[in-house]
């Protein structure tokens, strides 16, 4: 269940609250009772974790990469510079 952070505008009162995606959103301040209590956007806070896809996934292992068959003829990107 993700946690929202609500934050009532009459009193300052600031609360995180778990809740369903499909839960309506509280408007009652639990502090001062008024209907100015509303949802605060923020970042999203997620791991990930386990295997999959890591940011070191895709770095260049230091290999030169395979030479074009064009390679020497002037074609290719390496032979242009």
Do not use: H, R
Not at 7 to 36: L, R
Not at 45 to 64: C, M, R, V, W
Not at 66 to 71: E, F, L, R, T, V
């Amino acid at each position: 269940m993700p946690i929202y952070a609500y934050k009532c505008a009459e009193c300052g009162f600031e609360q995180d609250v778990m809740q369903k995606m499909s839960d309506a959103p509280i408007s009652v301040c639990p502090s001062c009772g008024k209907s100015a209590f509303a949802k605060q956007l923020s970042a999203a806070g997620f791991q990930l974790k386990g295997n999959g896809y890591y940011a070191t996934d895709f770095k260049n292992s230091g290999a030169k990469p395979a030479p074009s068959p064009a390679c020497g003829t002037g074609a290719c990107p390496a032979c242009a510079s």
